[in-house]
């Protein structure tokens, strides 16, 4: 069930992330996802290394605010902190895994 209910919560920080460019721009980016990297919207949870590739391609160096912006929309649904060390570098997909290890090991705990 932990799992289950972090790809939903990741895949509606997505959603909202993406909506702060507005509901024409969000669908166009589900379009070409799917059509030219073959990532349907359902598969993002599973695929989020895929994801973060196809977003650097659509947007190159602008994709990093996009990643930031998923990942304060998943920190304000999860609720759950996560230990990051400051002096490495921003990498979206480590966060991604850390973030869902810390949420799936900790959600069925009081």
């Known amino acids: 069930m932990g799992r ?3 790809d939903k919560l990741f895949l509606e920080a997505v959603d909202d992330a993406l909506s702060s460019l ?4 969000k669908q166009s980016i589900y379009f070409h996802l799917e059509s030219k990297f073959k990532i349907p919207r359902n598969e993002i949870p599973y695929r ?3 994801f973060a590739a196809g977003l650097e391609k659509i ?3 602008g994709a990093r605010f996009l990643e ?3 990942m304060k929309k998943l920190h304000e649904k999860t609720g759950k902190p996560i230990e990051w060390n400051d002096s490495r570098e921003f ?3 480590e966060y ?3 973030t869902k290890q810390s949420f799936s090991g900790s959600n069925g705990k009081t």
């Open 96 to 98: 991604l895994t850390v």
């Open 4 to 6: 289950r209910s972090f």
């Open 59 to 61: 947007f190159g160096v």
């Open 22 to 25: 507005g509901d024409s721009a």
């Open 48 to 50: 989020f290394q895929d």
């Open 68 to 70: 930031i912006l998923i």
């Open 91 to 93: 990498v979206f997909t």
